[in-house]
């Protein structure tokens, strides 16, 4: 019996492997590897996807992220409300422009912040709130573009795992003040490599975004360098040859997103029986792009997390390869015992931490191997 792996990429690519590698010769032929028209056009076609005005390429997630932030004029005495269950980059370019990470804890029910303890968190110094649309989940924009709008709160949406998700009509990345996303090859939409982007429909962040991801470099119009720099920038670029493949499979990626909602609704129907976990259930009002299935093992006792590590480890046994998103939450990490919170802070984030199980999930999964976790699942449970 195969192992069936947490991602498959090779499936996708074997779609699209003819298109890709004419394109990628192409490119490599032309002898233009960095900007030009395989990264214009993509941001077009991106933007249109998104809903924005601008779509604007960029290395990876954490710079968009990062230049988001700075788009911002986010900084030295400023904090930011943000998740504490989620991916380092979200918090790490906080503290990269100089201001604070205030992480709030989550609501009771699923993944998304509790709103009143985002209202309790506000203070004289809040400047902005970065939302996670996690595990391609999106978040209730509604009620927070709310309260951000009562206390002038910029909102920057996390969007590196729901490209393609939308709430009430309106896909994430276009409704807060920007939109931050990856193109890491396990994201919805995954280069071949390193890459990310920011959405926005204000022409001045649009702007000062071009400007971040190169250097502060003023380019007049026909793209003349001119090197005049006006700001302390990176560099940040998206490659050409990434471009055009993630240009190709944009056009995929609606019905890619819709194999990961039918295999969803396959494991939904598989697990249902099964007790002692609690299946991941899509908020009303919201469209999942499910970037990851993540069952929780219910807490008894704080003992879910030995049933958890427990359980990974006998599915592993069969062929089952499971994963932990996220084994340790960031106001818990190291790197933040600065910043002065310790465990029992922050109860809700820690609980689904000692919870969460991710089961195989990828356009192209095939039913077999589906019921194959299932079986396995039950298995393991029966002796536990
Ligand atoms: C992947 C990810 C990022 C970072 O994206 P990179 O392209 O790897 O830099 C940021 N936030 C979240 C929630 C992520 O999952």
Redesign the pocket.
């Known amino acids: 019996m195969n192992n069936i792996p947490p991602v498959d990429l090779t499936r996708q690519h074997e779609i699209i492997s003819q298109e890709v590698e004419s394109q990628v010769i192409e490119i490599l032929r032309s002898g233009r590897y960095i900007g030009g028209k395989a990264v214009t056009d993509f941001e077009e076609n991106f933007a249109g996807y998104i809903g924005t005005k601008y779509a604007i390429g960029c290395?990876?997630?954490?710079?968009?992220?990062y230049m988001a932030l700075r788009a911002l004029d986010v900084g030295e005495g400023d904090e930011v409300i943000t998740t504490s269950f989620?991916?380092i980059?979200?918090s790490e370019v906080i503290v990269r422009v100089g201001a604070k990470p205030v992480f709030v804890d989550l609501d009771a029910n699923g993944f998304n912040l509790d709103l009143q303890q985002i209202t309790a968190a506000i203070t004289d110094r809040t400047k902005a709130i970065i939302v996670?649309?996690?595990f391609g989940q999106p978040v209730n924009m509604s009620d927070l573009i709310a309260i951000a709008q009562k206390h002038n709160l910029y909102v920057i949406e996390?969007c590196?795992?729901a490209t393609g998700a939308q709430w009430q009509g309106k896909k994430v990345g276009s409704i807060g003040d920007v939109g931050?996303f990856?193109?890491?090859p396990t994201?919805n939409l995954g280069g071949c490599g390193?890459?990310?982007a920011v959405t926005t429909n204000n022409d001045a962040i649009a702007s000062k975004v071009k400007l971040l991801r190169e250097h502060g470099l003023v380019r007049e119009t026909g793209a003349k360098v001119t090197y005049r720099h006006d700001l302390t920038g990176l560099n940040s670029r998206l490659d050409s040859i990434q471009a055009t493949i993630l240009d190709i499979k944009l056009r995929y990626l609606d019905t890619w997103n819709e194999q990961r909602r039918v295999a969803a609704n396959n494991y939904q129907k598989l697990l249902e029986n099964i007790t002692d976990i609690t299946l991941p259930q899509e908020v009303p009002g919201g469209v999942s792009v499910w970037?990851q299935y993540t069952i929780r093992v219910q807490d008894r006792n704080q003992d879910s997390i030995i049933i958890r590590d427990l359980l990974r480890s006998k599915l592993q046994q069969e062929g089952v390869i499971s994963m932990v998103y996220y084994p340790l939450p960031l106001h818990l990490q190291p790197v933040y015992q600065d910043l002065g919170y310790r465990v029992g802070m922050l109860l809700m984030t820690e609980k689904a931490s000692r919870e969460v199980l991710s089961l195989p999930m990828f356009p192209g999964i095939t039913c077999e191997e589906q019921q194959q976790v299932a079986y396995s699942l039950k298995d393991c449970f029966m002796n536990l």
């Not at 290395?59 to 992220?65: K, R, V």
């Open positions: 290395n990876s997630g954490t710079d968009s992220l989620t991916f980059a979200t996670v649309h996690l996390d590196a795992q931050c990856s193109f890491f994201k390193d890459g990310g970037n």
